[in-house]
């Protein structure tokens, strides 16, 4: 697990699995995590690591949308309170269990032991809005497309956008499934690319769901690429172009899962 402050009040720490971030973020005496790192021996570590770093223990953990490996803050900061766009909230009461099956499964694959997830108190925030924390606030924007469910987080002061599983340089976009499935889900998620586009030009840094931090270069080009390859799996299905730098085997594999959801 790495820890990199990108800024006086947020530090962004990486999970050795997934490249799956949970960024602390801080302001006068109130603290917040977004997301979370994967293995139990990170979530063990994440409070004593958070208190070295001089930041009070998060009472609220932001998650930007229900898949299981975003919403695994409460084993480490069993205290605090879940916050969530509404439209995450009614996944999770949708589906009950859904996300501590999704990790018993993925547990038992990778013979991972670990205490049962237990989500708490969750409240639901509304989406896009502003939620306080400490004298200043975060803006929340829907991110839909990946999911049916989510939001991104941007840091005004910080200039930090915490983009949920969207902006990723190492893995394809992939359009979720259930309701609003196929054709839909591209709308959707191009609608979030260009409702993140202005936060992305403004940004310092863009933490993604998956993979490296990006500067606003970098972050510019990768929604750049992304939507080019959204346009074309939406006009030409299989025959897409994958974007430069993820057309490994696995990325492919993501591609013909794209194109089985469009149908
Ligand atoms: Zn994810």
Known sequence: MRAVALHRDVIVVTSQLFQAHCTIVRNDAESFAIDSPVLPEELELLASLVEQAGFPAPQGLLVTHADFDHVLAPLAFPEATIGCAQS?????????????????????????????????????????????????????????????DGMAVWIGWARVLVAGDYLSSIEV??????????????????????????????????????????????????????????????ERGEDAELPPGRRSKAQRELHAQNVARVG
């Open 88 to 148: 995450t909230a009614a996944r999770l009461r949708a589906e009950p269990g859904a996300a501590q099956r999704a990790l018993r499964n993925f547990d038992e694959q990778l013979q991972i032991e670990r205490a049962p997830l237990s989500l708490g108190t969750v409240q639901p925030l509304a989406v896009p809005g502003r939620c306080a924390i400490g004298a200043d606030e975060l803006q929340l924007h829907e991110a839909t497309g990946h999911t049916v």
């Open 173 to 234: 976009p992939t359009i979720g499934e259930g309701e609003g499935e196929g054709e839909g889900m591209i709308d959707a998620y191009l609608a979030t690319l260009e409702r993140l586009a202005p936060s992305v030009a403004d940004a310092e840094h863009v933490v993604p769901g998956h993979g490296p931090v990006l500067d606003r270069a970098r972050a510019l080009a990768v929604l750049d690429e992304d939507r080019t390859y959204l346009i074309a799996l939406g």
